[in-house]
């Protein structure tokens, strides 16, 4: 633990007070919602979590990809406080209001493609990708859903079905819905493939387990996120584009965690100028209120007739109001070139830890969606315990990283994109600090 990360610590952590919370929570909240770090939060800004017990915590989670923008960012705080005093809710199906038509007209223009679009607005993620196979259905009168190894797509019963890993996901909660095939993805630095031959390959295993004309839509993640933060080949994205092009199907980009400048554009589609005919967006999109969209070719997204799509509290007037306040602050901070610099901070920094210490078999990302993949020194089998232990003494030292991974061996980090230099190298320390005891012992 550096001295200047103990200096932001009263008490460890997580301290009395956040115990004191914790157990009240246990006989109140449901066993199945975990917490990564119980240390129960009571402010929060600049990258730092204030807790209960007036520790101070580096945050380089993001909420999960949330807080881009930052944990109270003037411009979302300014704009939901001016919303809640108009008004809370009216839900948009019944009367309508401008906030929603202006969020719709911002994603329309920010998202890739000049083509003419629609949006619709949802409350997460999940419900999100749901719906952008609702509506390919429709669009295609076909029903099969491809999705890949590793993906992660939500918690509903059909986003379960897109999800590939059981336990904690699916395992237990099934029947899951039909029409879902999953394919192999791109995993450079386990399969080594190039990104045309991994989707040569996904591709012949579509074509050999559906019939022509029946894949509705593919559904990936540009980068994956829970999966491990994986990165395709270069070329992959685009080939799997272009055969749904050939092939009347759905191309749905799920951009729920690399959306909103995370990874140094405003949407890792851009990186090889993969248009998608459909994107799902949440997470990032609206600084921490609840909110999702879909985003889509018009001639798509119309194709659901009138009371086909919504929800009671889909594009809340305060989660839009958020949105505009947060997207606003991406484009005046320039937040997409502040995640690159996020990047180019902490890559190199990783390579080194990884070639002084072993036990790494890869750091990658793009921007600020940075991962470090942990293995058994010299071979490429996944080391869970370590990056478990890893994280622990991040966490114990007032660092909240998140771990991720089909094989739960990955720590990610995702701080906001408007965290001060100094934060971050304090955080970066720390984690360094940690791989290097940790990988000793
Ligand atoms: C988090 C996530 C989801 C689900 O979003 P929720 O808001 O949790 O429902 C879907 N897809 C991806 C890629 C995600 O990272």
Not at 133 to 145: D, L
Not at 246 to 269: H, L
Not at 273 to 287: E, L, N, R, S
Request: hydrophobic fraction near 40%; charge should be negative.
């Amino acid at each position: 633990m550096t001295a200047t990360t103990s200096s932001r610590l009263r008490t460890e952590v997580p301290g009395p007070e956040s115990r004191a919370l914790h157990l009240r929570r246990t006989s109140a909240v449901a066993a199945g919602v975990g917490s990564v770090l119980p240390a129960y939060v009571t402010s929060a800004s600049g990258g730092l979590l204030t807790d209960a017990d007036g520790n101070t915590l580096i945050d380089l989670g993001s909420g999960i990809a949330v807080t881009n923008v930052g944990h109270a960012a003037p411009a979302v705080v300014d704009r939901v406080r001016e919303q809640a005093e108009r008004f809370t809710h009216t839900c948009f199906m019944i009367t309508p209001y401008e906030g929603y038509v202006e969020v719709c007209e911002t994603l329309n223009q920010l998202t890739p493609g000049d083509h003419e679009k629609r949006s619709v607005l949802f409350n997460s993620g999940a419900e999100a990708v749901e719906n952008a196979v609702k509506i390919a259905r429709v669009a295609t009168g076909r029903q099969a859903v491809v999705v890949f190894d590793h993906a992660y797509h939500g918690r509903t019963n059909l986003t379960m079905a897109l999800t590939a890993k059981s336990v904690p996901y699916k395992h237990g909660f099934g029947p899951f819905a039909p029409e879902v095939y999953r394919v192999p993805g791109s995993y450079p630095c386990h399969d080594g493939l190039t990104g045309e031959d991994a989707a040569a390959a996904a591709i012949d295993r579509i074509e050999k387990q559906l019939g022509p004309g029946s894949v509705a839509a593919i559904v990936i993640e540009p980068i994956q996120g829970e999966g491990g933060f994986i990165e395709p080949a270069p070329g992959f994205l685009p080939a799997l584009s272009r055969w749904c092009e050939a092939n009347g199907a759905v191309f749905v980009a799920d951009e729920v965690q690399t959306g909103f400048c995370r990874t140094g554009a405003w949407f890792a589609s851009e990186h090889e100028d993969v248009v998608p005919d459909m994107i799902a967006t949440a997470k990032g999109i609206a600084g921490g209120l609840p909110l999702a969209a879909v985003t889509g070719r018009a001639e798509l997204m119309d194709a659901v007739p009138p009371g086909g799509l919504g929800g009671t509290y889909g594009g809340n007037p305060i989660a839009c109001a958020a949105a505009l306040g947060a997207i606003e602050t991406m484009r005046t901070e320039n937040l997409a070139d502040a995640a690159k610099s996020i990047g180019d901070t902490v890559l190199p920094r990783l390579r080194a830890v990884a070639q002084q210490t072993g036990v790494i078999g890869d750091v990658r990302g793009r921007g600020a969606m940075l991962a470090v993949e942990f293995v058994r020194p010299g071979t490429p089998e996944p080391d869970p315990d370590l990056t478990k232990r890893v994280a622990a003494a991040c966490h114990a030292a007032g660092v909240v990283v998140l771990t991720c991974g089909t094989y739960g061996n990955v720590v990610r980090l995702l701080p906001p994109l408007t965290m001060p230099a100094d934060l971050l190298d304090e955080g970066l320390s720390v984690l360094e600090t940690s791989i290097r005891e940790e990988a000793s012992r």
